[in-house]
């Protein structure tokens, strides 16, 4: 089975490959440039999908860290590891994209809006996560506290959302009930393919992390028992 | 507590209280914490007096900066408060002995919640009269709903510093590090604390504030819930 796992794996690689390229391929060559923001407008489309697979890091952070605590079983903390460390990774890149739109868009780099800020505060939550993990004595130790710091920080985003909402707002909504459409089909059709090739890329990179992690935990075993041996 | 002794385990209830009155009889006794932690409130505070003074407050408008820098400072020294709390029980491993108790570490985790809001409670009873005759507000006629805003985020506030400052002090790392850890995930009560006291400080009905005040009993419930769920993973060595 373990090899079938692999040959899937492959594929699912090789399929984010020709995903990505397609994404890129269409979002600059086929879509159409925005009336007013023109070449800028581009980012939109890697910027939005990078958010959303974001925020479905922090629901994989949250059933990874609830799965190690309620059973114990290593494969949930790898989930969570991984679910923290991509995410973390996602999570900059939303960070980084935003302002490039923001600063010709809105003409600021940065503005204290729910969207921005709860995107903010959770790159803080999940580095603190990471940093508690890499401080811990033991593998277990960080397995515990990373699973406890993840389920108050998964538990807490949505509702700083709505507190930062109420304190204040800006984003721009796209989509929403009562907006009218903005987008032509073409930018439809490269928002969507962009979407799946982001959301392929943040399943392989996770798969991949889960793995190395596993390969962590054995190369551990196998320091302590050689350790033993001597 | 030497009447338990050879006795049957307390029950969780019964557990919890001992716990936080282990804590306020060593707290009364030494006065550590809160000596430690008013100084540093009074400190953060005169600070704030150094960087915007009265007159520059005023012309901006008392109530709008002044429930910013209560909570500021109300939540750093807390930190420096949660630190303590767990500082006492790493002197000899005492946390050892207190996670193998035979009781419900639900139960530790609440006695150190109730301890830590105890702590926070006398530090408030301090800080906010002295913010009041320090930045020129009349805070005597609206003791009753701003004690009542007080306290609901302050238990919010203890939980999760109870929580994190049981993990911080696990891993062995100091005040900065609870500080990166409870500011964030404390945004939602900060956000809050400084609106509903804000409103109060401008002589405004709480009634309008009514969302962020269920936002915040909603919270002080999630936070109590989530703290007894996984209390095993938190005690644990």
């Not at chain 1, 373990?2 to 879509?31: D, E, K, N, T």
């Not at chain 2, 109730?114 to 006398?122: E, P, R, T």
């Not at chain 2, 804000?198 to 009905?205: D, L, P, W």
């Amino acid at each position: 089975m373990r090899q079938r796992v692999s040959q899937l794996y492959a594929a699912l690689l090789a399929a984010g490959a020709i995903l990505l390229a397609w994404a890129l391929y269409y979002v600059f060559l086929v879509a159409p440039e925005e009336r007013v923001m023109g070449a800028v407008q581009k980012i939109f489309y890697f910027h939005v999908p990078i958010a959303m697979v974001t925020f479905l890091s922090v629901f994989i952070l949250l059933a990874g860290s609830a799965g190690y605590l309620w059973t114990r079983a290593a494969i949930w903390d790898h989930l969570a590891i991984a679910a923290c460390e991509v995410g973390l990774v996602f999570c900059t890149l939303v960070l980084v994209t935003g302002p490039i739109w923001a600063k010709p868009a809105w003409g600021v780099w940065w503005t204290w809006e729910a969207k921005l800020t709860t995107t903010l505060i959770l790159w803080l939550l999940l580095s603190g996560c990471l940093l508690a993990r890499r401080y811990a004595a033991t593998p277990e130790q960080g397995a515990r506290v990373g699973s406890v710091l993840g389920i108050v920080a998964a538990l807490d985003v949505p509702v700083i959302y709505k507190a930062v909402d109420w304190w204040r707002g800006q984003h721009p909504i796209v989509f929403g009930p009562g907006l009218a459409d903005p987008l032509t089909p073409e930018m439809h059709v490269a928002l969507r393919i962009a979407m799946v090739a982001i959301l392929v890329l943040y399943l392989v990179l996770l798969i991949a992390r889960m793995r190395l992690a596993s390969i962590e935990d054995r190369v551990a075993v196998l320091e302590e028992n050689a350790g033993r041996s001597r | 507590m030497s009447a338990r002794e050879g006795g049957a385990p307390p029950g969780f209830l019964g557990a919890a209280l001992l716990v936080a009155k282990k804590d306020f009889a060593i707290e009364g006794r030494t006065r550590e914490s809160l000596a430690a932690t008013v100084l540093f409130a009074l400190i953060v505070l005169v600070v704030f007096a150094f960087s915007f003074d009265l007159d520059l407050i005023r012309r901006l408008g008392t109530s709008k900066i002044v429930p910013g820098m209560l909570w500021v400072t109300l939540a750093f020294s807390a930190i420096v408060g949660f630190n303590r709390s767990y500082a006492m029980e790493r002197a000899r491993d005492a946390m050892t002995a207190l996670a193998l108790a035979p009781v419900d570490r639900g139960a530790i985790i609440l006695g150190k919640t109730i301890a830590n809001f105890g702590m926070l409670v006398v530090l408030e009873a301090v800080v906010i009269p002295l913010t009041g005759i320090f930045f020129d507000l009349d805070l005597v006629s609206v003791a009753l709903p701003l004690g009542g805003v007080v306290l609901l985020h302050s238990l919010g506030l203890a939980e999760l510093g109870t929580v994190f400052g049981a993990v911080v002090s696990r891993l062995g790392r100091g005040e900065a590090f609870l500080a990166t850890l409870l500011l964030p995930a404390a945004t939602p009560l900060f956000l809050s604390a400084v609106h509903c006291t804000g409103t109060i400080f401008e002589g405004g009905s709480l009634a309008a504030d009514s969302k962020w005040l269920l936002v915040t009993a909603g919270l002080d419930v999630l936070y109590f819930l989530v703290a007894w769920l996984i209390a095993d993973a938190i005690l644990e060595e």
